[in-house]
């Protein structure tokens, strides 16, 4: 396949390139200081649930309760992320967490919360997060130019996993200075809360200019899902990076599952010493996101993601076998630059594949499957630590990384030069001939296009519109078909069938350049260089 989107190696001068836009500089800071504070709030709260249980289920579930809300309403939160206006959209929900936590830490602070409340309520958090976290990863490509995108996201990756080296030792110390672990608790889902006032502040004073615009009526919100479903649906690169993202996270949730396990009753760790073991994932991610620009220039994303496989395999074997906390340390440090090496490659993969009009959606599936391998794989190891302990269940994780290897020939993440996926409504496209009144609501709409094509170059011309095909269906048709006229050997017919005029308008809204690249290939075959007939009938009924 041609016009794959990649990842491109970029010279380390351009890396901090993305600092020199202000309000990438200001969203960066923002997120640092608010991703510290999430940090902290997921030390204390899953320290606390280990002082208020002592079921490794209980406290694996706490992953479960970060994960799972991704999977409930990843495809909702891309959905309204591209149709609603997103600085109101995350105004709202950074507001919703600012409630959840500072409810977490009254209720803390009085001593009155228990273990299925604790959950509760991290799970009512993380919807938030959820919802929030599409549209904070799509104004990325708002705030820089698209040749900067990579190093961008590598700098929010950098800013995420600096959080993640701080954030947990701070929420360790935090609960370690209170002689209870509900005090530090309150005392941690506080400046959780506050962190948000960070991020509200820089979304509220931000004058946005989106990327795509539309005078078409907005999307509805079941509309706007099946058109990301069907996005996905006819979209192979993004189908290999949603297939090895949960193949990889399913696994590797048993590190960050069982981690507060292995602190508290393999290595006899408190509260400080479980912040300072997450907060070494968090330094080696920082590590890896500062020299992932270097790694990409080198190697393919494919090569990446194989490599931070037996990484982390090794991590898992480390956790199981050794109880010292001297070789627990350099394990999880691999393990953070295997983390973000991973989870960058496949943001930035992601990212680069998606077009402007689809963007949110794309990455709320992405984190959906990500997520849902966190919760299910978090859910599955816990179980399994239960009921045959917590060293059996990371070597099982360990060893399904490993055999899950091979699927790396089978679903290749995109490699080759970046496609150009800016919108083609720049380019002199005549509007379409209305002569009867339409509304946006009257359809089906059966397109047909009739191309004269040389016998001499038939098989040519049959390969590039099967190419077609997939950018019909992705971008708004529920039928395509290619027809062969049994009187005329030179005559085909392409007929596909929208729901509706507007989506039919929407249809045209959403080619790329690259999309359009491949139409006029194939009206390049035209006989005599004459535009072919295109017909375009609304349903009757009778």
């Not at 950098?158 to 993640?164: D, F, H, I, K």
């Not at 030069?417 to 089906?444: F, H, K, Q, Y």
């Amino acid at each position: 396949m041609t016009g794959e989107t990649v990842v491109t190696g970029q010279p380390a001068d351009s890396a901090w390139s993305p600092l020199r836009q202000p309000l990438f500089r200001n969203r960066l800071i923002a997120s640092v200081l608010s991703n510290i504070g999430g940090w902290m709030q997921d030390t204390g709260a899953t320290w606390l649930m280990t002082s208020l249980t002592r079921s490794p289920l209980l406290i694996a579930l706490m992953q479960t309760a970060a994960s799972l809300p991704v999977l409930l309403v990843g495809l909702p939160a891309g959905a309204t992320a591209d149709i609603l206006d997103r600085r109101k959209l995350l105004i709202f929900w950074q507001s919703w967490m600012l409630v959840i936590a500072a409810v977490l830490s009254v209720l803390a602070f009085l001593g009155v919360i228990g273990p299925w409340m604790l959950l509760f309520l991290t799970l009512m958090l993380n919807i938030g997060a959820a919802m929030n976290n599409p549209a904070w990863q799509a104004i990325v490509p708002e705030l820089v130019p698209r040749s900067e995108l990579p190093q961008a996201i590598s700098l929010n990756s950098a800013g995420y996993n600096l959080a993640r080296a701080v954030g947990p030792a701070l929420g360790g110390l935090t609960m370690a200075f209170f002689a209870s672990p509900m005090l530090g608790g309150g005392a941690v889902f506080a400046v959780n809360a506050a962190s948000f006032i960070c991020v509200i502040f820089v979304l509220y004073v931000w004058r946005r200019k989106p990327l795509h615009t539309s005078d078409l009526p907005a999307e509805r919100m079941l509309g706007s899902i099946r058109a990301g479903i069907r996005y996905v649906s006819y979209a192979p690169e993004i189908q290999r990076i949603l297939v090895r993202a949960f193949l990889l996270t399913s696994c590797v949730a048993a590190m960050w599952a069982l981690l507060a396990v292995v602190a508290q009753q393999d290595l006899k760790s408190g509260a400080l010493g479980y912040g300072l073991l997450n907060g070494c994932i968090g330094l080696g991610a920082v590590a890896g996101a500062i020299l992932l620009p270097h790694v990409r220039a080198r190697f393919t994303s494919d090569v990446i993601v194989v490599s931070a496989s037996v990484i982390f395999a090794l991590v898992l074997a480390v956790m199981g076998f050794a109880h010292r906390t001297i070789y627990v340390v350099p394990a999880l440090l691999l393990g953070g630059f295997a983390w973000t090496s991973t989870t960058s490659t496949f943001n930035i993969a992601v990212q680069l594949s998606a077009p402007a009009w689809v963007q949110a959606r794309l990455l709320g599936s992405y984190q959906m499957v990500f997520q849902a391998g966190m919760a299910i794989g978090s859910a599955i190891w816990g179980a399994v630590a239960e009921h045959f302990g917590t060293a059996i269940a990371l070597y099982a994780a360990a060893g399904g990384l490993l055999l899950g290897l091979p699927a790396a020939r089978r679903f290749r993440i995109p490699s080759g030069r970046m496609a150009d996926l800016s919108s083609a409504r720049g380019l002199n496209r005549s509007d379409p001939t209305v002569l009867i009144e339409l509304r946006p609501e009257d359809g089906p709409v059966l397109i047909s296009v009739e191309y004269d094509i040389d016998p001499r170059t038939e098989n040519a011309f049959l390969q590039a519109i099967e190419c077609v095909r997939p950018i019909r269906l992705r971008d708004g048709a529920i039928r395509w078909a290619l027809y062969h006229d049994s009187a005329n050997p030179e005559r085909y017919v392409e007929n596909f069938l929208v729901e509706s005029w507007a989506e039919y308008l929407r249809q045209r809204e959403r080619l790329t350049m690259k999309d359009t690249a491949v139409i006029e290939k194939v009206r390049s075959f035209q006989k005599d260089g004459r535009p072919p007939s295109v017909s375009r009938m609304i349903y009757t009924p009778v």
